[in-house]
């Protein structure tokens, strides 16, 4: 069906709204409380429009396009109600800021939020960067409030992990509360309260845990204000660069967007897919699992009694020297399948054609993500890509050799120490749980001089005389070893089952312990499972 949008004839979807069909065509409508993940709601009113024949002014969220319709979406009586709603809306939201004269000027010398605890204008918001009501009070001209506001003075949660609440800065715009019926069939949070008093909050007086919150981060995602914000990026303003990647810490391999600072540093990940959520380690443990401060980052290789650092091409030689005498049976490598296809083939020749050896260790994790392995009798030297064998055994050895992501016990009874790049610091290929190749992509610089494991065991049969790993990049080996084709899963029909019940996460990863790296993942150990079955919603 065609109908005409401000001058404009286009062509309308069979069910589509006013509001969609203008934004499909570029046409855009303020609003706030609709979003495109979420049925319509008509609550904000900012959405209104003018339509030829009938009576007001209706939310174009809520209005079906017709055929021959006529629609106005931004005369001069329309940004004048629009203001004028706007206004209403701020009367309880910190606003000083939206309507100051001078706030192109603050933006302009302290373009970053300051760090505050409790949010009293723009200035001290987390969300600054990104803040729809923000953009909305520059489109609207709005240098006025007709009232003087009123501060709710409601105290900031920071009880429950992942996620800090200040319901100071919420405008009950309702996507939060929505957005956790549509995707999880149920609501951990609705609308609490009657008039003035109402607020978003849960029943009883409960906390987010104790309600039975799954913590997908979609409720964040959707969020216009900062009310509800993610506690380990909050501070990092508005990211420069979005990456669609796997998420590889359980076998559901998600299709998540990592985002990045200027400076490549991870600081959040989000479903490629809104209509879908994702667990609480695909949304909150990658960036913080990534940026911990005890990440290794500079080789290192045993001098007496302690691990020095030194630069790639002494440590590389040092582990190159001590190997050749233990070429044979008497070397064996370990490693499990979170690690790339990439990784895996050449961790395997090395293992075959450069120490001889038939001990290629490719460990499976178990359901909880948990990798251990013994050492044939007879093993003397190891090259371990985590801490996967017993302490009391590798103490038994006469040569270990650790290229990992984290310190551990480990790696300090190491002779060389290498630093590894991970998750979506590295590119290649992974096997998700139903035997399908999804690809990674670099997406942020790994800490130090951290490297793929692929591009360190490359450099160290080339230091030890060997040829035929000249590999430039993952992308040739994947050539060579034809993992082509590998593809994002970004149509997903249901949630993963870790997003629906978060006790069924995994709690490792390379034989390293979530919790012991994502602050909050330990406080979910006791959270009520869902009840609800996760469903499609939009």
């Not at 602050?519 to 006791?526: P, V």
């Amino acid at each position: 069906m065609q109908l005409n949008i401000d001058n404009q004839t286009v062509t309308a979807r069979s069910g589509e709204s006013v509001l969609q069909c203008a934004s499909r065509h570029g046409i855009a409508i303020p609003r706030l409380c609709s979003h495109s993940s979420l049925p319509a709601f008509g609550a904000c009113r900012l959405c209104i429009v003018e339509i030829d024949g009938m009576r007001g002014t209706p939310a174009s969220c809520a209005t079906p396009a017709v055929e021959g319709m006529v629609v106005r979406t931004n005369t001069e009586a329309l940004r004048d109600l629009r203001r004028g709603i706007l206004q209403l809306i701020l009367l309880e939201h910190p606003s000083a800021c939206l309507v100051c004269d001078k706030h192109d000027l603050c933006d302009e010398f302290r373009p970053a939020a300051a760090k505050a605890g409790r949010t009293t204008g723009c200035h001290t918001c987390n969300n600054k960067a990104v803040c729809d009501v923000r953009v909305l009070a520059d489109e609207l001209e709005l240098t006025d409030l007709p009232v003087p506001p009123v501060y709710r003075n409601l105290p900031l949660e920071r009880s429950d992990p992942f996620i800090d609440r200040d319901l100071n800065l919420c405008i009950l715009c309702g996507r939060c509360v929505r957005i956790c019926k549509a995707q999880h069939g149920r609501g951990t949070i609705d609308f609490v309260g009657r008039g003035s008093q109402t607020r978003i909050g849960e029943a009883f007086g409960r906390s987010l845990s104790e309600a039975g919150c799954r913590f997908c981060g979609s409720c964040i995602d959707v969020c216009p204000t900062g009310s509800l914000a993610d506690r380990y990026a909050k501070w990092y303003g508005a990211p420069s660069r979005f990456t669609a990647t796997t998420c590889t810490l359980c076998d559901a391999a998600c299709a998540v967007t990592v985002h990045t600072t200027a400076h490549e540093r991870a600081v959040a990940a989000r479903g490629v897919d809104p209509r879908v959520p994702i667990c609480v380690l695909g949304r909150f443990a990658i960036p913080e699992f990534l940026n911990g401060t005890r990440r290794l980052k500079t080789p290192q290789i045993r001098v007496g009694s302690r691990l020095r650092d030194v630069p790639w091409q002494q440590a590389l030689a040092r582990a190159a020297e001590h190997l050749r005498p233990f070429v044979g049976d008497g070397f064996a490598l370990v490693c499990d399948t979170t690690n790339t296809l990439e990784d895996r083939y050449v961790l395997y020749k090395f293992t075959r054609d450069v120490m001889r050896s038939p001990h290629y260790i490719e460990l499976q994790p178990d359901a909880r993500g948990v990798s251990r392995a013994g050492l044939p009798d007879g093993v003397r030297a190891a090259l371990l890509t985590g801490p996967f064998v017993d302490h009391e055994r590798l103490q038994q050895l006469d040569l270990l050799i650790v290229q990992d992501c984290y310190a551990t016990a480990t790696s300090e009874l190491a002779t060389v120490s290498l630093p590894v790049a991970v998750l979506s610091e590295v590119a290649g290929t992974w096997v998700d749980g139903d035997g399908r190749m999804r690809p990674l992509r670099k997406a942020c610089r790994g800490p130090g001089t951290a490297k793929p494991d692929w591009e360190i065991i490359s450099e160290l049969a080339r230091t030890m005389g060997e040829t035929g790993f000249e590999y430039e990049s993952a992308a040739t080996i994947a050539r060579d070893i034809g993992a082509v084709g590998a593809r994002l899963r970004i149509r997903q029909t249901e949630a993963p089952i870790a997003a629906t019940d978060p006790s069924r996460r995994r709690t490792h990863f390379r034989g390293h312990c979530l919790d012991d790296h994502v602050g909050g993942l330990s406080e979910l150990n006791g959270v009520e499972p869902a009840l609800a079955t996760a469903a499609v919603g939009g």
